[in-house]
C-alpha cells in the first residue's frame, strides 16, 4: 500500500524501529493485579534479540526450526525475534498441561523437524522431564533464552532474509485432527501490517500512527491475533502496546477495561465470550 515504509523482513522492521524510536517504551507486561511487571522499549527489544540471536548461533541453532514454549510475556517477544535475527524458524506453541498437549506438541516437533525448544529457565525443568521421557521418541534441547542476556552480541548482524522466507509456523489447534503447519511468509506479515494498520488509523504516516496506535492485549503470544495484533503490529507501528496473560483476564476482566482506559488505548479486542464475560463479572462498583 502506498506511503507505509517498505521493510523486506522483519529482521530490518525491528533494527529500523529500535533506530527510529530507541528507547521509547515498546511493550509494557501486567500481571494479575494490574500493575506493570515489565517494560521493553524498541531499542531494548533489538539488544535482546541480538544476544538471543547470538546465543543461538553459537550453539549450531541459526537456521533450523525452534519450537517456543513460554507463558505470556516479555521473554516470549525476545525469543521470537531472536529466532528471525538468528535466521531461524520460530514455532509459537504452548506449555503442556496434560496428555493431550504433550501428544499435541510430540507431532508439532517431529512435524516441524525443530532442532531446540527454546524456553524460561523457570520452565526448562518441567520441560527437560517431558522431553526426556523415552516413550514421548524426543531428543532435542531446551535452551532457556533468558540466559543469554549477557552474550556479547555487539557486533552480531541480524539475518538478512527473503521476503518470502517463512518468518513463523503457526500450528492449528489440532482439535478436530492432528496439527497442521501452515508457513506464514514475512512478506504475508508484512502486507498484513499494512492493512490492519490502515483499517485501524486511516493513514500510512507512522509518525501519526505511533501516537495513536495504543493497543491493549490480552490474547496469548502463541494465538495468531495475540502475535500478530498485541506484539508484531506494534513494532511494525512502532507504537505501545499493553500485554497480559489471558489468566490475568479470567480472573479479573476488569484488569483489561481498566488498562484500556489507563493507557487511551485506541485497539483492544477479544472474542465475543470476553465481552460477554465482562458483563457478568464487572461490578457496578468497577464500571464507576
Given amino acids: 500500500m502506498k506511503g507505509f515504509p517498505q521493510f523486506k523482513n522483519l529482521v530490518e522492521m525491528a533494527s529500523a524501529q529500535a533506530a527510529r524510536r ?6 509494557t507486561f501486567l500481571g494479575e493485579s494490574g500493575a506493570p ?5 524498541f531499542a531494548g527489544l533489538d539488544r535482546a534479540a541480538r544476544n538471543i540471536a547470538a546465543h543461538l548461533t ?7 526450526n525452534l519450537m517456543l514454549l513460554y507463558t505470556p510475556g516479555l521473554d516470549y517477544i ?23 498437549d504433550i501428544d499435541r506438541l510430540k507431532r508439532i516437533v517431529l512435524d516441524c523437524d525443530a532442532a531446540a525448544i527454546l524456553s524460561s529457565s523457570m ?28 552474550v556479547d552480541a555487539a557486533g552480531f548482524v541480524g539475518a538478512d532474509l527473503d521476503p518470502e522466507a517463512i518468518a513463523f509456523l503457526q500450528y492449528t489447534s489440532g482439535s478436530t485432527g492432528h496439527p497442521k503447519g501452515v508457513m506464514v511468509s514475512h512478506r504475508n506479515l508484512l502486507e498484513n501490517f499494512q492493512q490492519i494498520v490502515w483499517t485501524f488509523a486511516h493513514t500510512s504516516d507512522l ?3 505511533a501516537e495513536h496506535y495504543k493497543t491493549v492485549i490480552w490474547l496469548p503470544p502463541f494465538h495468531d491475533m495475540g502475535l500478530i495484533g498485541g506484539v508484531l503490529t506494534p513494532v511494525y507501528a512502532g507504537a505501545r502496546v499493553t500485554l497480559m496473560s489471558p489468566l490475568t483476564f479470567l480472573k479479573n476482566p476488569f484488569v483489561w477495561l481498566k488498562a484500556i482506559t489507563d493507557e487511551n488505548a485506541k485497539v483492544s479486542g477479544g ?14 462498583e468497577q464500571l464507576a
Avoid at 22 to 27: A, D, L, N, P
Avoid at 125 to 148: F, L
Fill in 22 to 27: 530507541g528507547e521509547s517504551e515498546m511493550t
Fill in 37 to 41: 511487571e515489565g517494560t521493553l522499549t
Fill in 58 to 64: 553459537e550453539k549450531g541453532l541459526a537456521n533450523k
Fill in 78 to 100: 525476545k525469543a521470537f525475534f531472536g529466532c528471525l535475527y538468528a535466521g531461524s524458524v520460530p514455532v509459537p506453541a504452548y506449555p503442556p498441561m496434560g496428555a493431550r
Fill in 123 to 150: 520452565l526448562r525443568p518441567m520441560i527437560e522431564a517431558w522431553i526426556s521421557n523415552p516413550s514421548n521418541g524426543i531428543s532435542i534441547p531446551c535452551i532457556p533464552t533468558d540466559a543469554a542476556a549477557d
Fill in 207 to 209: 509518525e501519526v500512527v
Fill in 271 to 284: 472474542p465475543n465470550f470476553s465481552y460477554q464475560y465482562c458483563v457478568r463479572k464487572v461490578t457496578d
